[in-house]
């Protein structure tokens, strides 16, 4: 009986985490994203709990993501950056101001305003930043964020 209930338990786990992953993206905002990225690759849908939908998919190298509401409105698109594709004046301004500290998960933001800025994690022994930085290296933002520290 205990094998029964632990199977009928599992089974209907994974119904429900299937009937989970199934979202329904309608087709206006499949239509938007296939007109702003048609060369998209390997693109991965997810809603968000706003209502929002996200594509995350490959172009060329890069990995993008980018939200639009229910009737396809772009809403803005993340590019994740290698630290190679960082500009070299944001390399330079975490130098100078935050010397003690190594960057990680950087990108870049572009909004639908036709404005764009570039986001970054800073950890040092001591806490982690959130930093935001215009193309030129120009701090926008910078503010603690809770963070386990190894």
Do not use: C
């Amino acid at each position: 009986m205990k094998q029964l209930t632990f199977s009928l338990a599992l089974f209907f786990s994974l119904v429900l985490t299937l009937m989970a992953q199934q979202i329904e993206i309608p087709v206006p905002v499949q239509e938007a994203q296939n007109l702003r990225y048609p060369k998209a690759e390997a693109v991965i849908w997810d809603a968000t709990e706003e209502g929002e939908f996200v594509a995350t998919f490959m172009l060329g190298a890069l990995e993008l993501s980018s939200r639009y509401d229910e009737k396809g409105m772009w809403l803005g698109t993340l590019i994740y950056l290698d630290q190679s594709d960082v500009p070299q004046p944001i390399h330079s301004t975490v130098a100078r101001k935050y010397s003690s500290y190594e960057m990680y998960d950087v990108m870049k933001v572009e909004e639908p305003t036709g404005g764009s800025y570039y986001e970054a994690t800073l950890e040092s022994d001591a806490d982690a930043l959130l930093v935001r930085f215009d193309a030129a290296g120009k701090v926008l933002l910078s503010e603690r964020i809770d963070m386990e520290l190894e």
